[in-house]
């Protein structure tokens, strides 16, 4: 992958993770974590999508490989809700 396809990815990811988080209502944090929020989404939603047996949608071809915006968005969500659900258990924990 060349270093505009990977800045294209690094992009499209944040906005999938930002996206996800604002489905959820937490946000993690700045750009940065937006970006990790998204990628992991990624691959949490084909995970999802993979054991369900559903097809992938809309998915962008960056650099030959394919990444799955509504599956990276939803996959977001959830991690976003795990990520959010943790921190409420260990701020209720402190107090």
């Known amino acids: 992958m060349t270093p505009v396809e990977i800045l294209v990815l690094v992009v499209i990811a944040a906005i999938c993770g930002s996206t996800g988080q604002a489905l959820v209502g937490y946000s993690a944090g700045g750009c ?23 097809p992938v949608i809309f998915a962008l071809n960056i650099g030959g490989k394919p990444f799955p915006i509504i ?5 977001s969500a959830i991690f976003a809700a795990i990520l959010g659900f943790v921190n409420r258990l260990t701020q209720n924990n402190r107090r």
């Open 32 to 54: 940065l974590l937006s970006i990790v929020v998204g990628i992991i989404g990624a691959y949490i939603g084909l995970w999802v999508a993979n054991e369900f047996d559903f």
């Open 71 to 75: 599956w990276s968005i939803i996959g």
